[in-house]
């Protein structure tokens, strides 16, 4: 490895090809697979070559020309099989997702409790309380965003996130 920064430059195109010949989760593929249309070769395979070098070494010109040419041909097919593979992973992932996510939904009129952050003026102590309130739910708008007003009526001109929020019991 390198010691110091200065050394990184030497290093970079072996990260490069190790970045380009592993096979990546999401798309169950090598980007250079992608790009070209077959399995990089290693130079560690040049040095002792593996069965794959050996076969391409025996073709003859006319033969090894017709090789790339189907190779060539196939990289559409890899491409859509990589695609796919990518929308089967996108959906494990949002299942997963969604199964550990729970749906937070406020009503009007409910009591809620809102997190003090770091950065407001209530947060100057370690023994502060973490949640100010109950305020109440005055509107509910899209994309988990609420209107909030004081237990007396007065109304908040900031809307706040839900993330930020949570139900107060009596």
């Not at 010691?3 to 195109?13: A, I």
């Amino acid at each position: 490895m390198i010691d110091s920064h200065r050394g990184l430059h030497k290093m970079l195109p072996y990260a490069l090809l190790d970045y380009r010949t592993t096979v990546t989760t999401s798309i169950g593929a090598t980007p250079y697979l992608l790009v070209y249309g077959t399995e990089a070769v290693i130079p560690f395979e040049v040095e002792i070559p593996s069965l794959r070098i050996i076969h391409e070494a025996e073709l003859n010109d006319v033969d090894w020309v017709r090789k790339w040419i189907d190779k060539l041909t196939s990289i559409d097919e890899k491409r859509m099989v990589v695609v796919f593979h990518g929308q089967l992973y996108r959906q494990r992932m949002i299942r997963v997702f969604h199964k550990k996510v729970r749906a937070r939904i406020f009503k009007i009129g409910q009591l809620v409790l809102k997190c003090i952050f770091p950065y407001q003026d209530e947060c100057k102590r370690k023994f502060a309380p973490n949640w100010q309130g109950p305020y109440m739910v005055r509107k509910v708008l899209s994309g988990g965003i609420l209107a909030l007003s004081e237990m007396d009526g007065t109304k908040w001109q900031k809307l706040i996130n839900s993330n930020a929020i949570k139900r107060y019991y009596v």
